[in-house]
């Protein structure tokens, strides 16, 4: 079983509804990423946190550290935002490297 | 502020070469981090080189390694590839340590024929 575990795996909305993406991890942490990776495979990190909600735009991010869950929400979404959005967390205390789920391959269609 | 870059964009290789991935930081990172995601796959970590020294390795053999120079700027080797080393190779760059926000290159689309 992989230590990140991203639901769902596909994807598929109509522009302007509501996404959200689920990342669930089975060890501690000392934080999570979200990263989204374009068709042309530059990856960008969208958010870091450890704690509570974090918002940028129509992008908002929460992580309950008890329940080792985190979530992305898109809010109107559009196609634009279609790409693989990539959950990795730092393990421990902090002192090693990510490890990544497999990642979520959203489509938003006009 | 420039952001990192790699090079080449692409590379054709073809089995049992050698081959050499550069990457320069964000000016002011010290580490510098190196991902291959091979077709199909997710993202796995290679190495982490943070002021000059290599901080962790990933579960990659021994002919996959690398050096940071005093400039920060980074260098992966592989030797004798293998067809399965085709993939798209990842740099990312942060201030010292995991616990900063990593910025990505666009990478180096490796291919072993």
């Known amino acids: 079983k992989n230590e990140v575990e991203q639901s769902p795996q596909n994807l598929t909305a109509q522009e302007g509804e509501f996404i959200t993406i689920n990342c669930s991890y089975s060890v501690g942490i000392s934080a999570l990423h979200w990263l989204q990776q374009h068709p042309g495979g530059g990856i960008v990190s969208l958010f870091m946190l450890s704690s509570g909600k974090k918002k940028h735009g129509r992008l908002i991010a929460t992580i309950n550290i008890q329940e080792k869950h985190s979530s992305l929400h898109i809010t109107a979404s559009h196609p634009r935002d279609s790409a693989v959005y990539i959950c990795?967390?730092?393990?421990?205390?902090?002192?090693?490297?990510?490890?990544f789920g497999k990642g979520t391959r959203l489509s938003v269609i006009a | 502020e420039a952001g990192v870059t790699q090079s080449p964009t692409h590379l054709i290789k073809t089995r049992g070469q050698q081959a050499t991935l550069r990457c320069s930081p964000i000016?002011?990172?010290?580490?510098v981090y190196w991902y291959q995601q091979a077709l199909g796959l997710g993202l796995q970590f290679l190495l982490w080189y943070d002021e000059g020294e290599e901080r962790n390795r990933g579960n990659f053999p021994p002919r996959f390694s690398g050096r940071q120079f005093p400039n920060y700027s980074s260098e992966l080797n592989v030797n004798a590839l293998e067809l399965e080393d085709s993939a798209l190779y990842l740099c990312?760059?942060?201030?010292?340590?995991?616990?900063?926000?990593?910025?990505f290159g666009p990478g180096t689309r490796l291919t072993v024929t």
């Open positions: 000016s002011g990172h010290t580490s």
């Open positions: 990312a760059s942060s201030l010292g340590g995991v616990l900063y926000e990593q910025y």
């Open positions: 990795a967390v730092i393990r421990g205390a902090g002192n090693t490297p990510l490890v």
